[in-house]
């Protein structure tokens, strides 16, 4: 059974730092893109970044562009969002997903992103705020 776990969240000020973190499991995460949605209350679901797996390389929302980090570590079976610099308009459940498409799927329409990602964790939530 495939199964994504989110941890990580939690509150932070403005302009603190957090990391998450998204353990897979019921499947090799290896061949697969992996990647980091939110969804913030009253908002559409947003891919905020996304990993490749034959050469690492990586896409970022231009909202976290500088700010955020995605890495993996396929014997762990585990990828990582390093997220510094946070601002209140980040605040929402972040949660992680895969895909075989690679990642220039991340950001097509919500019915074909929901299609080519199939399976979500719960997510975690992330608050920033002073």
């Known amino acids: 059974q495939v199964q994504f776990v989110e941890s990580g969240g939690g509150l932070v000020q403005p302009g603190g730092s957090l990391r998450l973190s998204c353990a897979a499991s019921?499947?090799?995460?290896?061949?697969?893109?992996a990647a980091w949605f939110r969804h913030a209350p009253g908002k559409e679901r947003e891919g905020v970044s996304c990993?490749?797996?034959?050469?690492?390389?990586?896409y970022y929302a231009d909202s976290v562009k500088g700010r955020f980090t995605i890495s993996r570590d396929n014997a762990k079976n585990t990828v990582y969002l390093q997220m510094n610099s946070l601002k209140p308009e980040d605040t929402a459940l972040y949660y992680c997903?895969?895909?075989?498409?690679?990642?220039?799927?991340?950001?097509?329409?919500?019915?074909?992103?929901?299609?080519?990602?199939?399976?979500w964790g719960q997510g975690t939530q992330v608050t920033v705020s002073s």
């Open positions: 997903a895969a895909t075989p498409e690679g990642c220039t799927v991340l950001t097509g329409p919500p019915e074909k992103v929901a299609f080519y990602f199939g399976s």
């Open positions: 990993i490749n797996s034959r050469d690492d390389s990586t």
């Open positions: 019921g499947f090799t995460l290896d061949p697969f893109a």
